[in-house]
């Protein structure tokens, strides 16, 4: 039963707020990977939202009709749930191999939402983000994780590999900088590895 607005007791506390973190190991990401690897479902939701700065309600929005026919290198095209405006992603290896894997997992329509519940409707954020814990917690991961994790994970990685944070900020349709390095707690990290220096 839900609760009625303003009275959920699991609400942070006015001012404060709960973020949650990216999967910063490799092997952490394979586990959960491996761990999914008979729900195609699970797998393709884990897979396209690490390799992509689409938020969960966008990867939630995506219908069928859109991926059927992507190839490697395409791009899929979401409309961004905060700014309305479209947002285009070019597609690797393994988000297109997850999505056929799905696609041919079940009968679907050109309509039909990709990532169904068990009663063939649309997922909702909060399954995602209890799906997320669950996966993390699975393989005794510690922090806090959510929804938001997947969409970090890309964030995390690309950073690691070089990526520049005005191309991440794009990417993630963030207004500044500052906002991006907060969003995957980059400042904090950095600040940290100044003082690790021993003299």
């Known amino acids: 039963m839900g609760f009625q607005k303003g009275e959920n007791p699991h609400r942070p506390a006015p001012g404060s707020s709960i973020k949650v973190q990216p999967i910063r190991l490799k092997k952490d990401i394979e586990t959960i990977k491996n761990n999914l690897a008979d729900n195609p479902r699970d797998y393709c939701l884990f897979v396209l939202g690490i390799n992509t ?95 938001h994790s997947l969409r970090k994970t890309w964030g995390f990685w690309q950073y690691k590999r070089g990526t520049p944070i005005p191309l991440l900020m794009e990417a993630f349709g963030h207004q500044t900088q500052r906002q991006t390095m907060a969003y995957l707690g980059i400042q904090a990290m950095e600040v940290a590895q100044i003082f690790e220096m021993e003299l």
């Open 53 to 147: 700065a689409f938020r969960a309600n966008e990867l939630l929005s995506i219908r069928v009709g859109q991926v059927r026919d992507l190839k490697v290198g395409d791009v899929l095209d979401v409309r961004q749930s905060k700014t309305k405006a479209y947002r285009q992603v070019t597609l690797n290896r393994k988000a297109v191999e997850a999505i056929q894997t799905l696609l041919r997992s079940r009968s679907f329509e050109g309509e039909d939402f990709l990532f169904f519940s068990r009663w063939g409707e649309r997922l909702g954020v909060p399954e995602v983000s209890r799906k997320v814990k669950g996966w993390c917690q699975d393989i005794r991961l510690e922090g806090n994780y959510g929804s």
